[in-house]
């Protein structure tokens, strides 16, 4: 493959290679660069099949997803996926298991931190501050020690997703943690089949089984799954540790409450064996930037063979401008609600409270493009709002106006309910139906029966809009 560079050309000049290149270093160039150009032509051909066989085929019901930052939207698309393509999902394993790796190594990364917080911060032993904090002993700061290993894995497995994104995917700011990076996916790179090449060095196999060998070399004394394997008594006496659980209550640091969560798992994540459940992956944390979409082609019932499309879009503040476009000729928008963070504060804004959805909703409704549309309503995980409101946690201290009602979950929920459908009656520039839902979309039973009749919904209305339903 050869070039010839215009001088004054600006684009020529960025592809310019380095002027001290090197024979082995033009060569390496060269092949990433046929590499590229060969997985582009491969998403244009794929496109371009899609895009003939959508003008055949009946009109595609279009399904967006929308919400604030970790509402579940991508937890909702897992679910249409296990629904309705199983075995494409399943044959993904091998990535997800490097995704829940990362998870595990993220989160001891949050514990390692917190204890470095304590370190400095520590006042001296003279003061009667000193009550304020328990004592870090030396058993623990080995036990520190001891797992500084898995930040090399941490790094491994970020860069191996970075390249991926060809570098498009830049680390963006964690909705929960201080000065801490999350890895962010760009939407368009097709990161799983890409990723689980670059771990096993081998092609994707078009076996759509759903058994996948676990992406790990036994032999190989480096390899991310053996490294957490090796740590994982230390990481589960972290975990279990009173000083940390006490550190991480003082720091109000929730782990358990964060997406991507898998410290309560670490016998069976960690195992040289391990493959991902359904439930796993729905629980997996990776976040992606820009809008994701999947398609997918109902196989049986009254649906057979007709396309749905369902879009997600990120919900952190500065993608929010994003959504407009994906407004027009949408069926339906699926609106997630996390209730269960009422009691939380938006990363981004530390002024806003994270229900920090119900403006989001009142929006969403009074959009001059979604009045003819259907708006479902999912009010979210609500199994962390069960756990914080049997704690003692008060709804009415993070919403004044819930005042002194009972701070139980079947009075909350319905306040909750009656708030979000009061906004839909008022805002709604025509009348619509209000279809609400109590989720906790990690849960693939309850999740599988609402989207089933949403689905029956939506092709009902499909049906009547084209005439073919008297």
């Known amino acids: 493959m050869s070039h010839e560079y215009n001088e004054d050309d600006p ?108 370190q400095n911060n520590a006042p001296s032993t003279t003061s009667r501050d000193s009550l304020r904090g328990p004592s870090i002993g030396p058993d623990l700061l080995k036990l520190k020690l001891r797992l500084s290993p898995l930040l090399q894995v941490e790094q491994f497995l970020t860069s191996r997703l970075t390249a991926v994104g060809s570098g498009e995917s830049e680390p963006t700011q964690l909705t929960y943690s201080r000065n801490f990076k999350e890895l962010a996916i760009n939407s368009t790179m097709q990161w799983k089949g890409a990723f689980a090449r670059l771990m096993t060095g081998e092609k994707e196999s078009s076996d759509d089984s759903s058994d996948v060998e676990p992406v790990s070399d036994p032999n190989d004394p480096n390899d991310p799954g053996n490294i957490l394997h090796a740590c994982s008594d230390d990481m589960i006496s972290l975990w279990s540790n009173e000083v940390v659980q006490e550190l991480l209550d003082i720091q109000n640091l929730r782990l ?49 063979g007709r396309v749905w499309k369902v879009f997600d879009v990120g919900g952190h503040r500065s993608q929010r401008a994003a959504w407009v476009p994906y407004f027009d000729d949408m069926d339906a928008i699926i609106f997630l609600a996390p209730i269960s963070c009422f009691d939380q504060v938006l990363a981004e804004d530390i002024k806003v409270n994270r229900l920090d959805s119900v403006k ?62 009061g906004i839909s009656k008022e805002k709604s520039l025509l009348p ?18 609402i989207l089933s009749n949403i689905k029956d919904m939506l092709m009902r209305r499909n049906l009547a809009e084209s005439a073919l339903l008297t």
């Not at 996926?81 to 494409?88: D, G, R, S, V």
């Not at 979604?370 to 999912?378: D, E, P, Q, W």
């Not at 106006?401 to 979000?420: E, G, I, Q, W």
Request: hydrophobic share 40%.
């Open 360 to 421: 989001l909703w009142s929006a969403i409704v009074s959009n001059e493009l979604l009045k003819n549309t259907n708006l479902i309503l999912f009010l979210n995980k609500i199994d962390i709002m069960k756990a914080k409101l049997a704690a003692g946690i008060k709804l009415s201290k993070y919403v004044v106006s819930y005042a002194d009602r009972p701070n139980d979950f079947d009075h909350t929920s319905v306040y909750l309910r009656k708030k979000f459908a």
């Open 256 to 304: 358990e409450e964060m997406a991507g969560f898998f410290l309560d798992s670490l016998p069976r994540v960690t195992s040289p064996n391990y493959i991902p459940t359904d439930d796993d992956i729905l629980r997996a944390r990776l976040k992606t930037l820009g809008v994701t979409e999947h398609r997918f082609t109902i196989t049986h019932g009254a649906s057979l």
């Open 11 to 118: 684009l020529s000049k960025a592809l310019r290679p380095p002027p001290d290149e090197t024979q082995t270093e033009c060569e390496a160039r060269l092949a990433s660069e046929a590499k590229a150009k060969e997985m582009s032509d491969i998403i244009d051909e794929e496109l371009e099949k899609q895009k003939l066989a959508e003008r055949k085929g009946p009109k595609a019901i279009k399904v967006l997803l929308l919400g604030q930052s970790e509402s579940g939207k991508s937890t909702t698309l897992k679910n249409f996926q296990i629904l309705y393509e199983p075995k494409a999902f399943r044959s993904e394993r091998a990535s997800w298991r490097a995704v829940i790796q990362l998870n595990v190594v993220r989160s001891i990364h949050l514990i390692l931190d917190a204890i470095t917080r304590a």
């Open 432 to 449: 619509r139906p209000f279809y609400c839902h109590l989720t906790s979309v990690t849960d693939t039973k309850s999740t599988k029966y």
